[in-house]
């Protein structure tokens, strides 16, 4: 089965200190990614999304993410973290064969300390 | 414009008892889903609908039911509840012809405790 996959569980990170959280997915053919965000207590939001095109996709707050189809690979970064990006964050992609549901990973829970 | 709206947010229920989720949009989305959030796994979908009067099973559709009559509503049935249907459950929708350029939108979710 097509699958995405986070391997960062959980991070602890101080304020400014640089992100990546890595996603990667099974191959299948043409995948759209997406990057959610869910901060505490509150429903999910889209935080940014490939669908085609230029692979470095920038989203909200500051945040990016590349594509790296050699690597299956759609890593989020940021720069500089800060306090209020303490929250969980989900890899989800629609892959081929799987028809049009998001598939998401487990999720990678970000603590950003002060 | 609500969005994507879920009632209840919190339900405590004894292990047999059945209660409906009810998930509302307003955005004429053709698709909507159920997913359910547990701790390390993610969200997994329960079940789903490409429209009006269809439903179809997820990767976990055990021990629930659901329906769509309505455009913009989508049921979600447990029968006999189970504690290990504690969780927290999130509807979704999204258009037909535009999920893969921008993905679901999410209601605020329903905790679940099953005792």
């Known amino acids: 089965a097509q699958s995405v996959s986070q391997h960062n569980h959980h991070v602890i990170l101080s304020e400014a200190a640089s992100l990546e959280l890595g996603c990667n997915y099974s191959?299948?053919?043409?995948?759209?990614l997406f990057w959610y965000v869910q901060y505490p207590g509150q429903h999910l939001q889209l935080l940014l999304k490939y669908f085609s095109g230029d692979p470095l996709v920038k989203g909200i707050k500051g945040f990016e993410a590349e594509f790296i189809k050699s690597k299956f690979s759609f890593n989020l970064r940021k720069p500089s973290v800060q306090w209020s990006d303490t929250a969980e964050y989900f890899c989800a992609g629609i892959l081929t064969g799987g028809g049009n549901k998001l598939t998401f990973g487990t999720g990678t829970q970000l603590k950003v300390e002060l | 414009n609500a969005g994507v709206t879920q009632t209840p947010k919190f339900r405590v229920l004894k292990t047999g008892q059945s209660m409906t989720l009810l998930c509302a949009q307003d955005?004429?989305?053709?698709?909507m889903y159920w997913y359910r959030q547990d701790p390390g796994m993610g969200l997994r979908l329960i079940h789903y609908s490409v429209g009006e009067g269809t439903t179809a099973k997820g990767e976990v559709p055990d021990g629930y039911n659901v329906s769509r009559l309505k455009k913009q509503n989508f049921l979600l049935g447990l029968e006999s509840a189970a504690p290990s249907q504690t969780s927290v459950y999130f509807c979704?929708?999204?258009?037909?012809?535009?999920?893969?350029?921008?993905?679901?939108?999410f209601g605020s979710g329903t905790r679940l405790t099953v005792v």
């Open positions: 979704a929708s999204s258009y037909s012809n535009r999920v893969r350029v921008d993905g679901y939108t």
């Open positions: 191959y299948g053919g043409t995948v759209n």
């Open positions: 955005m004429n989305h053709e698709y």
